[in-house]
């Protein structure tokens, strides 16, 4: 360890330090729980080694081969999310069920990132995504109340947890925060216009790349001209989302070009995603497949497909679900700088020291 390298989690005096968030910490998990049992939740517990981490394009599993007492070797993965096991379990008869969990994503390791953290997630069959959103505002604001915070702050951003949040689309925030009408570019009935939008990006001052794809195109837009603003002075309610960007999502029977998706942000961070679950096992495939191919044609490689989960999808009632940042939560709800501060125990760092 480098003399200019802080000392290690452990140290009685860092730990010291940073007891007092991971005492709130613990006071918001158990208070999350108090709420979910009110509402007539049951809490479960999945198994985190899974068939597949996922197949998004961009999300990166850790591989965990699982090693049989014949000593044959089968694929495994420690899961990104519970949401493939949760969904087998709606498919079992649950209705509404919870999970507060470590997951894992490789490659990923910021402010706001974390090679393993916390998610909370929850799941209701027959209700309506509007339910979901008002969870988000009241876990928020439990998370807030726990701390005694009474306002959250995160790089100069601020936002009340108290205030209902504003429900906003994704149209209404490109409009409003790049200038962009996305919708131009995405015909009822027909593919993207990739070039449409990227010339609407070069006129917003934004980099386009000859090989970038709609997908890419958005995501930069959303990531560096949306995003910051969003849930400024009040949590937002991101939703409406482009059909391309929901892969568990079911479309709206009322415009097909979007999803029944939403985000939730505070002070510019994203917390939770949410989908009005999606049971159509050849669609859910073909989306499967078609992320995949994108995962090959960036990063050289695929995730499998959990078959298992596919075979459920059929068997699963009408349902919406959220995930939900747990470590973020906490990170705003105590004034943290990043989520690692509230980590108990976080993950070592290969670089440190170096």
Known sequence: ??????????????????????????????????????????EV????????????????????????????????WLHTSPEFAMKKLLAAGETQ??????????????ALHAPEFAMLEWYRAGAPLD??????AALVALAAHVAGAKTFAFRGREASPFEPPERLTVREAFLRHAGIDLYRSLPRGDEPDMGLLARQAKAAGLRVAADDTWSDLFSRILSERVEPNLGLGRPTILHAYPASEAALARLDPA??????????YACGVELANAFHELTDPAEQRRRFEADRTEQRRIYGASAPIDEDFLSAVAGMPDACGAALGFDRLVMLATGAASVEAVQWTPVFDPGAGA
Do not use: Y
């Open 131 to 136: 339910v979901l959103m008002d969870d988000c």
């Open 255 to 264: 415009d097909p070009r979007v999803a029944q998706r939403f985000e939730l």
């Open 97 to 110: 069920i919870f999970a507060l969990m470590h997951v894992f994503r490789n490659r990923e390791r910021t």
């Open 45 to 76: 517990d999945p198994a985190a080694l899974q068939a597949s981490p996922g197949v998004e394009t961009h999300l990166h599993g850790f591989r965990a081969d699982l090693v049989g007492p014949d000593g044959r070797t089968h694929e495994s």
């Open 1 to 42: 360890m480098s003399s200019s390298s802080p000392p290690p989690f452990w140290s009685p005096d860092r730990h010291a330090a940073r007891r007092p968030r991971l005492i709130l910490r613990a006071r918001i998990a158990a208070a999350a729980r108090r709420w979910f049992d009110a509402k007539g939740f049951v």
